[in-house]
Each structure stands twice: as C-alpha cells, then as structure tokens.
C-alpha cells in the first residue's frame, strides 16, 4: 500500500465543464429559446464540418460554409436514437435481420429490436484485432452469418478505435445476390427508405459510434474521419463521452447518389419530432404556424440548452483528445511493462478519439477480475468492465457458448480511468495501484 502512495479519490468518467460552457447554457437560458434552435442548428453545422474537415475552426455561419455544411448531421437526444432512425431511415422492417457484434452494450442491438429487426450476433476475433486488440468481430462468420434477410450490419468502433471498414463493404459487395431492396412505398418513409436501398443494393453498413467522434482511419486508399466512413453513422454526447452535451447525440450518412441530403435531413426532422413538419423554430415566422402531421412518430429532438454545452465542448475538442492522448501513453508504458495486454489507439493507419483505456491481465479467472477491480476500489481507484458481452444479458436469451471469444476477452478485462480531468498526480497514482495490485496475479 505504501508503494502507491498517499491515498487519492479518482473518479471513472466525469464529465469536463469549463467556465465556457456555463457561460454557454446562460446564453441561451436568457435568450428565450431553449428547445431545438439555433444552436442546435449551428451545432449541427461544426459537427458536420468537423467530419468533412478535422476542424473545429471552420465559420458555420458564414453563408457559403452555411450552405455546404446543412443538412449533414441532425443532432437529437440520445446516441440510440440516432442508430434508431438510422435504421428506420434506411427502412428496417419487422422481419428483418440485423448482425450486431456479440461484445457491445444493449444500444447496439436495442434500437433494430425497436425496428422490429432479428438481431443476429457475430462472436468477435480471438483476443481482438490482431494490432489494436479491440474487441471486432470476426469477418469470416460475419460473411457466414448473412442470409436474405440480414438488411444491416451495425459495427462497433468500441472506445474510438476505428474498425476494418475495407474488409466489410468487401464482404456486403460479395452478399449483393443475396439482398432484395424494400418495395413497399406506403408513406414518405418507406418511400424514401426504398429508393435509398434501391441505390445501393446492397446490406447498408452501419457504424455505432457512440465512442468515436474525432476518430479517423484510412478507407478506400483515403484517411477519413468517423461519419464519414459507415453508409449511416450515430454517435453519443453522453455525460461520460469525450464531448458530451449531458445527454445526446447525432445520426449522419454519407452521400446517397440521387437523393438529396435535404430530403434525408427532413426525414430525420420528421421523425425525430412527432412527423410534424414544422419545428419550432420555423413555426416562429410570420404567419406560419399551420402545420401537418406526416407520421405518428417520435418525439428525440436535442435542445438548445443542450446544443450550449456542445459548441463550447467542441471549441476545446482538439485539446481534450491530446490529453487523452497522453495519459494513454503512460497506461501504455505500465501495461507494456507489466505484460498486460490494451487497446492500441493509434497506428499507421488509424487514430482514436482515445475513449477507453480497456486491459487484460492474462490467465485470470473473472472472479480474480473481480478481485482486482475491488482492491483498486478500496485504495480509491473507480475501474469498469467494457462490456458484459449481450448474450449474457437476460433480455437477448443467447447461448454463450457460441460466442467464446466474448467470453474470453471480457473474463479478464479491467478499464482503468480515462478523461481529462486526471491530474499528472492522479495518473501516477493510477498506474502504482494498478501495478501493485496486478503484479499479485502475474
């Protein structure tokens, strides 16, 4: 115990507010519009330029800059409801199937359950990727697990490092025989989802990014930033994410040949507040609050209070991933040392957004997991498990068996803390309890 030093408190995940965001909230708690509205709009607008770019420097209200950057992103309440209405934009139906990674948290799958979608898991690689170690799936039964009913492939770039998108628009390019695009053109949605499928042809590929924003990876011969990558992409603003607007998130797409962004942009709109197709911003201008109904929809929209928090978050975006960055680097010389294996964040070929800091002691039991995780406790340390894999989780009813490799990545898993407010001293003080500890059971 002495090893470690004075006793400290160090907390998991708590969110980094600045004085600039308070600010920020007051704003817009004076101006007199708090729902969706112009924040949420420019918000939208830097996200999207952030994407396109790797800038949180670019004029969105400039008008031409305005004009490139609208209808891009659509910012609303939850990361799950950005995969939700992805996935309904793209037009899952009751009967499709989903493939889902069998290591993730229940958004993944919850949101094609909430379609009406057969979620179908997929074990991940033994041990992860062979260089990074993330916990992604096994390409060869992904390939296996298509049939004529699989619509969507939901990957997971789990605590922002980007997956092997080449390999996977590879393999729903080889299945494009086995897809038949939706036919039913009842309303705006199926229509739109229809000619969207008619489009591509082919299984949409679908990325969860909860974790991810600011991360990038070379795709198609080009390096490109996550949303820019996935035919659909969500990612979250969650209190414990990198940028948070307390809760939140944002649903994207890359560009669909023939079909107008600002068409998709509605849909989104529509679906995301009642299919009324007026918010209440536009319904503020003279003589304009006739409205419709075009859908009995949802009701996931962000605030401009919200939307306060994430322009400021995004002014410091770039700093507070160069400090994950360099905490990482002092995870990685300890964990190197000790033979412990971790997620490699950044190679030739990839960046992180340096999300989670996952580690695996090796040729432990889950219960000596366990016991690692409550000793750092008492010594003040908060640690997690990313994640319990879904086949082990009552509401999916899966056989774990056929998922070994889940199990086996998450029986000796630890996360140790990783944000930005962690002091130099507090760093230190994680890696001499985590070594003092760990070193018991090598």
């Known amino acids: 115990m002495k090893e470690a030093g004075t006793k400290r408190t160090v907390s998991f995940s708590p969110p980094d507010i600045s004085e600039w965001e308070i600010a920020e909230v007051a704003e817009a708690l004076r101006s007199g519009w708090i729902t969706t509205g112009p924040r949420t709009k420019l918000l939208e607008r830097r996200l999207a330029a952030y994407i396109d770019t790797g800038s949180v420097d670019v004029d969105c209200n400039e008008p031409e800059t305005a004009a490139k950057y609208s209808n891009r992103v659509v910012c609303l309440n939850s990361a799950t409801a950005a995969e939700e209405l992805n996935l309904r934009i793209w037009g899952i139906q009751p009967g499709d199937e989903v493939i889902v990674p069998a290591y993730t948290y229940t958004a993944t799958a919850s949101a094609a359950i909430h379609c009406g979608a057969k979620v179908v898991f997929v074990d991940i690689q033994k041990d992860g990727d062979s260089i990074t170690h993330m916990p992604e799936m096994d390409y060869d039964k992904l390939e296996a697990a298509i049939t004529k009913k699989t619509k969507a ?102 560009e669909i040949p023939g079909i107008d962004n600002a068409e998709i942009y509605k849909m989104y709109q529509l679906l995301s507040l009642h299919g009324q197709n007026k918010d209440a911003l536009a319904k503020t201008k003279l003589g304009a609050w006739e409205y419709d109904i075009i859908g009995a929809w949802y009701k996931c929209n962000m605030t401009d209070v919200m939307a306060a928090i994430g322009l400021r978050q995004l002014d410091r975006y770039p700093d507070l991933l160069n400090r994950r960055m360099e905490i990482i680097k002092k995870y990685d010389a300890v964990c190197d040392g000790l033979g412990v294996f971790h997620m490699v964040h950044h190679t030739d070929g990839m960046d992180s957004s340096n999300h989670l800091y996952l580690t695996r002691i090796p040729n432990i039991t889950e219960a000596q997991r366990n016991e690692i995780i409550e000793k750092m406790a008492v010594l003040g340390v908060a640690t997690n498990v990313h994640y319990k894999p879904l086949p082990m989780m009552t509401a999916y009813e899966a056989n774990m068996v056929d998922y070994p490799n889940s199990y086996e990545y998450y029986c000796n898993l630890i996360t140790l803390p990783l944000h930005t407010l962690l002091t130099d001293e507090d760093v230190v003080y994680v890696c001499d309890v985590f070594k003092m500890i760990v070193r018991e059971y090598l």
């Open 153 to 254: 492939i939901v990957q997971v770039d789990l605590g922002g490092i980007v997956c092997d998108y080449d390999r996977i628009f590879e393999i729903v390019e080889r299945k494009k025989s086995l897809f038949k695009p939706l036919d039913t053109c009842d309303n705006p949605l199926s229509d739109l989802s229809s000619r969207i499928q008619h489009v591509l042809g082919r299984i949409a590929v679908i990325a969860d990014d909860a974790h991810s924003l600011g991360s990038s990876r070379t795709f198609n011969g080009k390096r490109r930033n996550c949303g820019a990558i996935a035919d659909f992409t969500s990612f979250s603003f969650h209190a414990v994410k990198n940028f948070t607007t307390a809760e939140g998130g944002a649903a994207t797409w890359r």
